[in-house]
């Protein structure tokens, strides 16, 4: 059974940093692509950063760029996102997400084939 665990979610001030992690169980990473992805409440769920299997590939949402950082290890089957300069749209659930691909990665959350249950981002002061 394949399982994504995210974790690092948290209250922070604007201004702040949080850095997120995704482990997944019962699949081996390194051939999937990884997308990070947040909803906040009432709106859609949005594409905010992913990254190719072999991590030469990654792209970030404007809102994003400068700011977030993502990044795998595959060797422990995991997927990070630092996010620094929080601000308060920001706030939202946090998910990671798989997508079966030999190369490249794409924000859609539409061709991600398994997802994590989410962790809480809130950015306020």
């Known amino acids: 059974q394949v399982q994504l665990v995210e974790s690092g979610g948290g209250l922070v001030q604007p201004g702040g940093s949080l850095r997120l992690s995704c482990t997944a169980s019962?699949?081996?990473?390194?051939?999937?692509?990884m997308g990070w992805f947040r909803q906040a409440p009432g709106k859609e769920r949005d594409g905010v950063s992913c990254?190719?299997?072999?991590?030469?590939?990654?792209y970030y949402r404007g809102s994003v760029k400068g700011r977030f950082t993502t990044a795998r290890d595959n060797a422990k089957n995991t997927v990070y996102l630092q996010m620094n300069s929080l601000t308060n749209d920001d706030t939202g659930v946090y998910y990671c997400?798989?997508?079966?691909?030999?190369?490249?990665?794409?924000?859609?959350?539409?061709?991600?084939?398994?997802w994590g249950q989410g962790t809480q981002v809130t950015v306020s002061s």
């Open positions: 997400a798989a997508d079966y691909r030999t190369g490249g990665c794409g924000l859609s959350p539409y061709v991600y084939e398994y």
């Open positions: 019962g699949v081996a990473l390194d051939s999937y692509a």
């Open positions: 990254i190719s299997t072999n991590s030469t590939g990654t």
